[in-house]
Every structure is written in C-alpha cells, then in structure tokens.
C-alpha cells in the first residue's frame, strides 16, 4: 500500500534532521576537546613552562622545554629526510607512469595505512638494536617512513591536477623534460604540494607510537640527535596516565600547545590554498 | 675508604650518559640525575621509567648504558649477560594502595590485610569490598558494597615482583597457581565477576587506582603517599599489622640483609622477621658492566662518570632518599657495593681509583 | 630490424640520457624499500613464535610470559585479537550510521554557503593527535562514562551480557566510542567522495519522478554509490585496528576475553605498545610480540587493498556508466 504524501514528507523531514544531528554530535566531541584542552592547558602555561625542563617524576615545578626541543628536532629530521624523498618519488609517479610506478604507488597507499606502533618496533630492530642506542635520529627515522608515502601520493596528485596544455607548452617550447618538470609543472603544482606537506608535517607532529621505542625520553636537553629525546606526545601519554595532578597539568599544557600547531598549520593551510587556487596561465 | 677521596674527581669531558629501567626508584634516581648534573654540569645522565624488565632487556642488549630493576637478575637472565654486574642502591616499601574516599573512607584510615586476603583479591576469589574476610581484619570501618578493580602491572615490573614474592612465600595457593615474576598471569583478569586492570608503571598503576573508585593495587610508597591513596598495613612474618614507613622497612632490611657479597648483592628482605619489619620491602638494583668497554658506546670519560655517579649515589646520593620514602643503605651494604663499585673498570683499568 | 624513426630516437636517447629518470627512479625505490624493511622485520622477527606456537597462536587465549613453574612460555593472541575485533565493531557501528549522516549532509543537504565550513570542521576532527584522544579520553571521557552513562546501562539494559558487570570506565566500550570518534572523519570523507561522484541525472531523475530528498538518497544516490560505501567501511576499519595510543589509554590492559563491554581488555596495538620495551633478553616473547606486529600489519594491509580495490572498482563503473 503506497505510503501517503504526508508520511512521505514526514519521513523526509525525519531524515533531514538526523543528518543534521550526525553532523552535530561529530562535532560535540571536537568541540568538548577543544574546550578542555584551552582550559585546563591554560592554567599549565607561564614562564617556566617554556624555558624548563621536566622535573623528575612527581617533583614540584619544571617545564617542557626538552619536549618541545625533542618534537621539534625530530619532526625537523624526518622532513628532511621526507620531503625530499616523497617530492621525488611523487614526481616520478607523474612523470614516468608505466608498471614500476603503479606497483610504487600501490605501496606507497599500503604504507600509509601501516599502524605507527609497528613503525615503532621495525624502526626499534633496525636502528635502536642495531647501533645499540636510543636516538632522536631512530625517531626521525620512524617518522620519515609514514612521511614519505604521503608526501609522495600528496605530489603525484598535485602534479596530475596541473592541466596537460601547460606541460605541452613547456615542451613545445623546446624546454627540456627535467626543466619543463622542475620549473613549469612544480610552480604551478605548488600549492598543492604545500599542502601536502604542511599537512604531513602536522600528522607527524602528533605521532607518539613510533617514539615509543626509538627516542625513549630525555630529563634534560639534547645536545646530540644520537642520543634520547623527549617528545612532546610521549610526554602527554606519561604524564596522562600518571597519577600527580602536577603532571596532568603538564599534559594539558602540552596537548594545548600540540593541538595549536597541528590545528593551526591544517586551518592556515586550507585558508591558503583556497586563496591560491590552481590556475593555467 | 670514603666518598671524599673520590671527591677531588672532575669530569675530563662532556658526556651524555642513557640509563633506563624500573619506575620504583625513579623519583630518587631522577632527583640524583638532576643534582648531580648541578654538582658537575658536564655529566648528563637521563633516567627513563621502562619497568624492570625493560631495565633488564635493554642493559643486556647493550642498548642503554645503565639499566635498574627492583627484580633480582634470575641466573639464566645473569648468564644471557656475561660481564653485567648489580648492585642495590636504595630499599623501599611496596605499598598496598587503595581508593574507597567516594565510599566515605579518606585515605588517612589504614585498612588491614593479610597475604591470603590479598592474594585471594588478585585470584578474582574476593570479589567485594565488605567480603566477610576484609570486614573481619578491619572491624572499625565500614566497607563498603562495592566491587574490588583489582589493578596491577600492564609491563615487566620488579614490584610485581616483589609483590608476587611475598605472596608466594606466604600463600602456598598462589605460588602454585600463580607464582613469582617480574610479569604473571593475574587470575584476577579472568575470573568470573572480577576485574583486574593493567596500569603501565607504578605511575600507571596509581593513576588508575587514583582514577576508579573501589580500587586496590601495588605501588613503591611514595607514589601512594604523594597522591593521596590509603596505604594499607599488612601482616607480616611475626602477625604484626604494619605500614610502610621509613622504620619498618628498614627493620626489614636489618633483620633480613644477611651479609652482602659483593659478588651477587641480590638481597631478599621479603617477609622479614622481626616485629615491625614491613613485609613487603625490597632492594633495588643498578645494572651495569664490570669492564665498561663491554658496551662499545661507552667511552673512557663516560664510564669514568657512570663510575663516579654510582659513588656519590650510594654515599652523598642517600641523604634525598627520605625526602621521598626510601630508606638510606645500611651501613653494611654501602660497604659491599663499595667493593663492588671498586671493580668496575674500562679495559682493565679500575674507574674508582683508591688514592 | 630498426625504422629510421627508431634508430634517430636511439642515437637521441644515446645523445641526451634521461638522467631525470635515474635519479628519481632511486627515490621511488625508498617506497619498496620501506615497504620490504617492513615485511622483513617483522617476519623474521616472528620465526621463533611461529616455530613454537604455530598456528594455535590465533586461538590460544592464554598469555603466561613467565610460567610459576619456570618452564618456557606460553601465549596466545586471542584476548588481543578478541579486544581488537570488539573495539572496531563498536567503533564501526556508531560511525557508521554517523559518517553517512554527514556525508550527505554535506553533499546534498547543507546550505552552500556551510557546505564547505561543514567539510573543514569534519577534516579537523581528523587532524587532533592520538595521544590527545587519549588524554581527553583518560581525564574526561573515562569518568564522564563511568559516572553517568554505563550506570544507565547497567540499570537499564544489565540484563544484556554485553553490558553485565560493573564498570569503572576503563574498558572497551569506552575504548570503542574514542575509536568511532575518531574513524568518523575517514568514513566521512571517503562517504562524502563517493556520493559527491554520483552523476547528478541520477538525482534528477529521482526528483523528476516526485522522490523526496530522502527518497533520492535512499533509492538513487545511495545503491549507485553503495560499492563506495562499503570501501569507506572497510578502510575505516583498518585505521580502527592500527590505533594505538587513545585505545591504550582508556582500555585497561588486562587479557581478557569477555562478553561484557565494561570490562577491561586490550587490544593487539596496546599489548606491544606496553610489553614491548620489557621483552627481558627472551627469544619467544619478543617474538610473540612481533608476530602480533605482523598479524596487525596483515589486517591493516588487507582492510587497506580491499578497500581502495573498491574505489577503483567503483570509479571504473562510475566512468563507464556517466559515459552511457
């Protein structure tokens, strides 16, 4: 039996509100986030915070200062070694399609999807037991083997977007292949490159797993990327599950200050890349 | 022979030194990374809380330059680690923790308990807080009706070790069920009913005790007391109810140290006789190598340091363990590690010299 | 024999040697390279487990590290395979209903103007670290659920086994409301991707012929891009099974295998997340704990390649059908 327009419309409207409602409690928990990071983080922020390192477990006072020189150096040596190897790999995705690239491709999706726990403890086989140490560098290196798929699928997407005219106009020109790539094709793609890098650097500063047992923790500075850092992800973990409210505030603080540069490279980035759209000469 | 013939010692370079292992002494090894590093700010020694077990791995692969466990090496682990030497460097209390204040039960009352209590809550047998048993130790509370989270060790623990020893020794249930280790098989996990909950490190496992109301669990003294949880007085060997303090773990240490030999400083003081000795006390050991050039990361000038640190921990370092509730070393262990210490060398060559 | 074409291409190549071609080709090989550093490790690393347990390693629930009576041990991945399954079903049946609510929101139903505001707020979900859930989850969520919303399941549905037991908080269900926060973006995002492609005469064919809106998506949009939906279910899952540090924080680290969701368990990531530093100089723990790190690798993998072989399924038949 044919259902009434009236239940029709009803149903419809049923529907239209529960869409709406699933996009409203997703938000709920962002939100609920957000707000308790800025609240109870805020109290963990003065002076010390910043030029402090951390005090010894359960002590008054200290900061996070060498969990903040720890993530730092370490989201700095992946992406150096990162960017440049994902850049090129991408570019070769682009530039020379034919079996070897869709085979490196296929892997580079697959390595994306890697757990970063497992990162952790091939990185821990591989580096840490093998040159009998903790290091800052076995982080870095964790972190660059998640970077390097991303940034690689992320430049091969850019560079497949550019409109086919402007690579045949650099050729047709009589610019060499390596140039026309270089020159034309990357500075029209860049801002989409960008992006994906930013966004890659802001995924990696939040990785705590493959930390875990490649960089260990440090109670002071660093003074050799050879040697044991503190991290700031690291940090939150410990000092979450650590019972003294002292190190709960230290864990807010640094989720305050984790949360600003992750949040705010994604949202400088999208406002960016919407100013600067792709556009053919 | 003291500490200030060794005292003249400067650092000859820079050095970074990498210790990791048990979270039991943690708070008393930082405080002497941290001093020591004002006292000679060219040595930098990091202390992680891994557990012992970690501490045991890690110095065995060589992968840290000092490893710590309140666990005594086992004889096959001494043997995987030719050369590897120990000696204690604090003693402490494992407390039985508990949190009942959403019950009306602050944490300044001290609930009794006997080794079978405890083991029949960690075998998932007593499942309740007002169990006839617990109400019967403790006459003037009022237990509440509200189930036991049994929390214990999540990673290799030297207190679980501690704490499963004492069980061992004095519940004949448990050591066959059960046992001793620095990681078991809690049945409290699977026992019908009942639930256990893993905590990493004595911060995780008080954070979790600290977290859920009902909850009972296993941790050094200072992590109890700086966190407000109730600390539980346990019968001991002569059928005392006693807390852990300062006292009665040093009574323990007295009555049960024997005579250290410096060529295997494993000293159990679990159950101790005597009347006010806490039962569950234990040493903690600092893992090292006799010849540092063992471990091809370790330089001359790093082991000199690692070698001078561990002197002025067992002398000048003892007088910050009260401050955070371990117990200094009897006059006769700091003479065995003494001897020890003495041996520690690089290539041949003593560290310690005795001019 | 040669053209005349292909010997000029021939000298010209032997003139000009594509040297672009050499040094990106050695970069791109990082890829395999990773990817076979991976494999490698964690194979190798697993022989001695395989060896001794073989294939009961799957089923065997129990986990004895150090056996009282001093023998070798025994363990088994069942508890943390179990944990795993049951944190990514309860993860998966609250996001998905919610992911596909919001990719049609924003598809079809937002205002434009709020269409793409709606899009940016999704994606930050996605961008908040792990360890952040975690903390969030151990200092708010955790109480928040042990103080309000499991006593009203106990008093409500106690009966249920799933929901028998008392709860503290730590345990999966709170483990697997954190998960399905934070796949919500994921399948979202792909949901979004795969309704966005339906061609829009599809629609107008629903609305021409009196449809609803709901009726559209219900008998046009939501068959034709059911293929997409399904990848964005199953990838995911995958990203469900590989989370570590929030579910290690709020699922209470005990080896259990239990109908009730209050509970405390584990899951494979949280098992090596904390027993891997400690594996005490003992040949099969470790490498129980790698071979768990390979059966997560599997999974992940698995989830993965299913996953994108449907979206390309689907953009295949979707670039078939919008020609025709």
Same mark, same amino acid.
């Given at each position: ?60 006072? &200290? ?10 150096? $370490? ?70 083997? $998640? $970077? ?57 500063? &939040? ?13 002071? $500075? ?41 949040? &705010? ?17 | ?355 | ?11 010209? *190549? ?6 672009? *071609? ?54 088994? =991945? ?118 966005? =492609?339906?061609? *829009? ?32 279910? +199953? ?51 470790? =490498?129980? #704990?790698?071979? #768990? ?14 996953? *994108? ?5 689907? =953009?295949?038949?979707?670039? +078939?059908?919008?020609?025709?």
């Amino acid at each position: 039996m044919p259902k009434s327009i009236a239940t029709r419309r009803l149903i419809n409207k049923v529907f239209i509100v529960c869409s709406t409602l699933a996009f409203l409690v997703a938000l709920v928990p962002l939100l609920s986030i957000l707000y308790e990071t800025l609240y109870k983080g805020f109290d963990a922020l003065n002076f010390d915070f910043f030029t402090q390192m951390t005090p010894p477990i359960g002590g008054p006072g &200290g900061g996070i200062i060498n969990a903040i020189q720890g993530s730092l150096i $370490m989201v700095a040596i992946a992406s150096l070694i990162g960017i440049p190897i994902g850049l090129f790999a991408g570019a070769y995705l682009y530039e020379y399609p034919g079996r070897v690239a869709n085979n490196c491709r296929l892997i580079a999706e697959v390595l994306t999807g890697v757990p970063s726990i497992v990162t952790g403890i091939v990185v821990y086989v591989v580096i840490v037991a093998t040159f009998h140490s903790f290091s800052a560098f076995a982080g870095g290196i964790a972190l660059s083997f $998640m $970077m390097i798929p991303i940034v690689a699928i992320s430049t091969h997407e850019s560079l497949k977007l550019v409109p086919n005219s402007i690579k045949e106009g650099g050729l047709a020109l009589g610019v060499s292949r390596p140039k026309t790539l270089l020159y034309i094709l990357v500075s029209t793609a860049k801002s989409g490159i960008v992006t994906g890098i930013a966004l890659s650097v802001a995924r990696i500063m &939040g990785e705590t797993a493959p930390l875990l047992f490649t960089a260990l923790g440090n109670q002071f $500075m660093m003074n050799s990327i050879f040697g044991p850092a503190e991290s700031m992800t690291v940090l939150i973990y410990e000092y979450g599950t650590a019972p003294y409210q002292s190190a709960h505030v230290f864990a807010w603080g640094a989720a305050l200050i984790l949360l600003l540069l992750v949040l &705010g490279l994604n949202i400088v980035v999208r406002i960016a890349s919407r100013l600067k759209p792709v556009t053919p000469i | 022979m003291t500490s200030s013939s060794i005292a003249g010692w400067q650092p000859t370079a820079s050095v970074t030194i990498v210790g990791a292992g048990a979270t039991f002494p943690q708070p008393l090894i930082q405080k002497w990374t941290v001093t020591y590093n004002q006292l000679y700010p060219q040595v930098t020694i990091s202390y992680s809380g891994i557990g012992s077990g970690g501490g045991i791995q890690q110095i065995t692969a060589k992968v840290v330059d000092f490893g710590a466990s309140d666990a005594p090496l086992s004889n096959t682990q001494w043997a995987a680690a030719p050369g590897l030497v120990f000696f204690p460097e604090t003693l402490g209390g494992v407390a039985v923790t508990y949190n009942l204040a959403a019950y009306g039960i602050p944490s300044t009352t001290v609930l009794h308990f006997t080794s079978s209590v405890i083991a029949q809550i960690y075998m998932g047998t007593i499942l309740k807080w007002n169990d006839p048993q617990l109400v019967a130790l403790n006459p003037n509370v009022t237990l509440p009706d509200a189930h036991i989270t049994a929390v214990h060790r999540s990673d290799g623990s030297g207190t679980t070790f501690a704490f499963t020893n004492f069980l061992s020794v004095t519940d004949p249930n448990w050591a066959a069920q059960v046992g001793y280790a620095t990681s078991v098989t809690w049945p409290v996990d699977t026992a019908p009913g009942a639930a256990g909950v893993g905590g990493k490190g004595n911060p995780g496992v008080a954070g979790a005790v600290a977290n859920t109301n009902g909850a009972i669990g296993y941790v050094d003294l200072i992590y109890a007391l700086s966190n407000n949880l109730g600390v539980g007085a346990v019968e001991n060997a002569a059928g005392n109810f006693v807390q852990p303090n300062l006292q009665t773990i040093l009574y323990a240490a007295q009555n049960a140290t024997g005579t250290p030999n410096p060529k295997d400083l494993r000293l159990h003081i679990v159950n101790a006789a005597g009347p006010q000795s806490y039962p569950i006390s234990t040493y903690t050991y600092i893992l090292t190598y006799q010849d540092m050039s063992n471990d091809p990361n370790i330089s001359l000038p790093m082991a000199q340091a690692m070698a001078h640190f561990f002197w002025w921990a067992v002398h000048d370092g003892q007088q910050y363990a009260p401050g955070l509730y371990y117990v200094p070393l009897p006059a006769n262990v700091v003479s065995a590690d003494e001897q020890l210490l003495l041996t520690l060398n690089y290539q041949g060559t003593p560290l310690l010299s005795s001019s | 024999m040669q053209t005349q074409l292909e010997k000029n291409r021939a000298r010209q *190549r032997a003139r000009h040697p594509d040297f672009l *071609r050499t040094a990106l080709i050695v970069l791109v090989f990082a890829l395999p390279i990773i990817g076979i550093l991976y494999l490698y490790s964690l194979i190798n690393g697993s022989l001695d487990s395989i060896q001794a347990f073989g294939f009961g390693f799957l089923v065997s629930s129990k986990w004895i590290p150090n056996p009282p009576n001093g023998g070798p041990p025994i363990l088994g =991945a069942l508890p943390a395979i179990y944990g795993s399954v049951v944190t990514t079903t309860i993860a998966l049946l609250f996001a998905i209903p919610i992911s596909l609510g919001i990719a049609l929101f924003q598809s079809d139903l937002a205002p434009r103007k709020l269409r793409l505001p709606s899009i940016f707020l999704v994606e930050l979900l996605a961008a908040v670290p792990s360890v952040v859930y975690g903390l969030w989850g151990i200092l708010f969520l955790v109480p928040f659920m042990s103080n309000s919303v499991d006593p009203w399941l106990l008093g409500s549905l106690g009966f249920l086994p799933i929901f028998s037991g008392y709860a503290n908080g730590l345990g999966m269900l709170t483990a697997g409301v954190i998960l399905a926060i934070m796949i919500i973006p994921y399948g979202s995002a792909v949901m979004r991707e795969v309704v966005t =492609a339906v061609p *829009r005469a599809q629609r107008e064919a629903c609305i021409a012929l009196g449809g609803t809106r709901w009726e559209t998506m219900r008998m046009a949009v939501i068959p034709y891009a059911s293929t997409g939906i399904i990848a964005a279910v +199953v990838l995911a899952m995958g990203r469900a099974i590989g989370e570590t540090m929030a579910v290690t924080m709020v699922i209470g680290n005990v080896a259990r295998i239990t109908p009730s969701l209050f509970l405390p368990a584990e899951t494979i990531p949280s098992v090596i997340a904390n027993e891997f530093t400690e594996v005490a100089g003992n040949g099969i723990y470790l =490498a129980a #704990l790698f071979e #768990l790190g390979l059966i997560l690798f599997a999974v992940a993998f698995i989830m993965n390649l299913i996953g *994108r072989l449907l979206i390309t399924r689907l =953009a295949f038949h979707g670039k +078939v059908a919008s020609d025709a």
